[in-house]
């Protein structure tokens, strides 16, 4: 049983993407769309940290439409996140056993 | 007795996720044909609408950001960005978009002052009305 978690709101400004991470369990995704994908930006280093030390655990995904609207390239994003477009936001949807949105 | 006041329009909130920003930039520019001494200030998520080269065809919503290089032309000439807000992020000012406006010799010149907190603060204390978004 595996669950694909959302976060679509600015790690900056709220607690919803630490609070996702520290509820998502071993083989677990978690999903950056809308806002939180400011939170992708490797230059942001404390938000940065927090990503990488879930990595050994959960596979992170953000969503690259949401990156482009926010003028961040993925060039940007930090090592080991996946960008997916609204398909692959699917495919994740359907390749878990359910979907959490951390609002 | 003058009738103008100084308003501050202060944007805190990242950009699509939410209305605010457009909401903020609609109204300022509303309220730039009443002939007030009008600044924006961004700081904390609010930095983020100044990005440059922000592409919202794949969100499906209308891209404002160029919005914002025309406000010279509205004679909103002063735009404050908080430097600790930008650092917090791992942003600097190369990577915001420029926004100019004409001075008294017709020259463009820029309207974005990076400002630190405590100057921002001095900033607000400073208007007659702030309007928060």
């Given at each position: 049983m595996s669950t694909l978690h959302t976060v679509n709101k600015s790690p900056f400004d709220r607690g919803s993407l630490e609070s996702a991470l520290a509820h998502a369990l071993p083989g677990d995704a978690v999903l950056l769309i809308e806002d939180a994908?400011?939170?992708?930006?490797?230059?942001?280093a404390r938000i940065a940290e927090v990503l990488k030390a879930a990595m050994p655990a959960c596979s992170l995904y953000v969503l690259g439409p949401d990156l482009s609207a926010r003028g961040?390239?993925?060039?940007?994003?930090?090592?080991g996140m996946t960008v997916v477009d609204y398909a692959g936001f699917v495919d994740l949807v359907t390749g878990h056993d359910k979907t959490q949105a951390w609002l | 007795m003058s009738d103008t006041k100084r308003f501050l329009y202060v944007n805190r909130k990242a950009p699509h996720g939410t209305i605010y920003a457009l909401e903020s930039l609609e109204v300022v520019l509303i309220g730039a044909a009443f002939e007030q001494d009008v600044s924006l200030a961004f700081l904390d998520d609010g930095?983020?609408?100044?990005?440059?080269?922000?592409?919202t065809t794949g969100i499906g919503?209308?891209?404002?950001?160029?919005?914002y290089r025309a406000l010279g032309d509205y004679d909103v000439k002063k735009i404050f960005v908080e430097r600790e807000s930008l650092e917090e992020r791992g942003?600097?000012?190369?990577?915001l978009m420029e926004i100019t406006h004409e001075n008294d010799d017709e020259e463009d010149v820029s309207s974005v002052e990076i400002v630190d907190r405590a100057r921002m603060a001095e900033i607000m204390a400073a208007q007659d009305v702030i309007l928060s978004f």
């Open positions: 994908v400011v939170g992708a930006r490797s230059a942001a961040i390239p993925t060039t940007d994003v930090i090592d | 930095v983020f609408q100044l990005i440059k080269k922000q592409a919503v209308k891209n404002f950001a160029p919005v942003l600097s000012e190369d990577d």
